[in-house]
């Protein structure tokens, strides 16, 4: 017994479908963001990162990514994503934050948060009006890592 679809069926369809594949990638979401408050909470060397990825089977970039991610976003509650955010997305945009490794330059977990940090105070600075326009250089230098790559590259030098 076959019934004709009617547009009250397709959008009911639609919406199970919306939402039932937001709550997953929402749920992804949530998951890595906890990951991220452990690890920020117990602040792992880097070999106890290289351990806790490969128990999971991940990246250590992965583990970086979730603890950039609370970092950033401490309150998931305060984020205004929509229902076609995912944690691909969020990666990208949390890797914006990140200064780009050279070949034979290994960046800690340490001095990449140290980076990120300094770019959130910057930021919130410029927020509130209290930059001078040569802070306002930095941050926009600090958008296009070259600067941090040098800070990197030279950090210790001279001391």
């Not at 040569?134 to 941050?139: P, Q, R, T």
Request: glycine share 4%; net charge negative.
């Amino acid at each position: 017994m076959n019934k004709e679809l009617s547009e009250e069926t397709l959008e009911d369809i639609k919406d199970l479908y919306v939402e039932g594949s937001f709550n997953s990638r929402w749920m992804e979401i949530e998951t890595n963001h906890k990951i991220g408050l452990i690890l920020n909470d117990i602040a792992p060397t880097e070999e106890q990162l290289e351990e806790i990825a490969k128990y999971l089977k991940k990246p250590v970039d992965f583990l970086v990514d979730c603890q950039l991610f609370e970092e950033e976003h401490p309150n998931l509650d305060e984020t205004n994503y929509d229902k076609t955010i995912s944690w691909s997305k969020i990666q990208k945009e949390i890797r914006k934050l990140r200064p780009v490794k050279k070949a034979k330059e290994k960046l800690t977990v340490a001095r990449v948060k140290d980076i990120v940090r300094g770019r959130k105070k910057l930021n919130e600075e410029r927020q509130q009006g209290m930059l001078a326009f040569e802070d306002n250089e930095i941050l926009k230098a600090l958008d296009d890592y070259g600067p941090v790559e040098e800070a990197i590259k030279t950090e210790g030098e001279g001391e």
